[in-house]
T-cell receptor
Framework: GESVGLHLPTLSVQEGDNSIINCAYSNSASDYFIWYKQESGKGPQFIIDIRSNMDKRQGQRVTVLLNKTVKHLSLQIAATQPGDSAVYFCAEGTYGQNFVFGPGTRLSVLP | GAVVSQHPSRVICKSGTSVKIECRSLDFQATTMFWYRQFPKKSLMLMATSNEGSKATYEQGVEKDKFLINHASLTLSTLTVTSAHPEDSSFYIC????????????FGSGTRLTVV
């Protein structure tokens, strides 16, 4: 079936550096994408979303880029902080319906 | 805004008993809620989609008689794990879609179920 995957299962960055987490999706019909952050023992926390009619969207310290040509999604975190350490999931779907989640990338922020 | 409150956060039960998990949308109406299961170090797996006033739609491989979902109001959906077994031990998470200018999806804080 359709699937969403992540290129890197783990990512370590120095505090203050920028982080880039990548995600590949396979369903060309998906028109809505979300990035979530999940800390240990907690539920997922919505970070940012993007619709297929956009290729970039910015939030506070985060930017999501969507490349529909190669079915690629990325999350950029500026000036990574210790509190950013978590597992990040991308999810694809159609707005109003359920989503397929990727396997997750663990981000570790080094002091 | 758009908060989903999930209870309990942790529960330990004996094999053969049933456990009910509640998810409430606090400041919005959730016509649709999603129930997920998450194993350690794994991603979320959709179990079922709960629609207010109608039967839930279960994903393939999920036993509807074991995982009972009720969505009787626009602010409350419940998941009952019936005749629980140790293999049902997992992290269960609900999610709801909210509308408006800041549309999106919000998640409950999750329930850690341990069946002994």
């Amino acid at each position: 079936g359709e699937s969403v995957g992540l290129h890197l299962p783990t990512l370590s960055v120095q505090e203050g550096d920028n982080s880039i987490i990548n995600c590949a999706y396979s369903n060309s019909a998906s028109d809505y994408f979300i990035w979530y952050k999940q800390e240990s023992g907690k539920g997922p926390q919505f970070i940012i979303d993007i619709r297929s009619n956009m290729d970039k969207r910015q939030g506070q310290r985060v930017t999501v880029l969507l490349n529909k040509t190669v079915k690629h999604l990325s999350l950029q975190i500026a000036a990574t902080q210790p509190g950013d350490s978590a597992v990040y999931f991308c999810a694809e779907g159609t707005y109003g319906q359920n989503f397929v989640f990727g396997p997750g990338t663990r981000l570790s922020v080094l002091p | 805004g758009a908060v989903v409150s999930q209870h309990p956060s942790r529960v330990i039960c004996k094999s053969g008993t049933s456990v009910k998990i509640e998810c409430r949308s606090l400041d919005f109406q959730a016509t649709t809620m999603f129930w997920y299961r998450q194993f350690p170090k794994k991603s979320l797996m959709l179990m079922a989609t709960s629609n207010e006033g109608s039967k839930a739609t279960y994903e393939q491989g999920v036993e509807k008689d074991k995982f009972l979902i009720n969505h009787a109001s626009l602010t409350l959906s419940t998941l009952t794990v019936t005749s629980a077994h140790p293999e049902d031990s997992s992290f269960y998470i609900c999610s709801a879609r909210f509308m408006g200018a800041d549309y999106g999806y919000t998640f409950g804080s999750g329930t850690r179920l341990t069946v002994v």
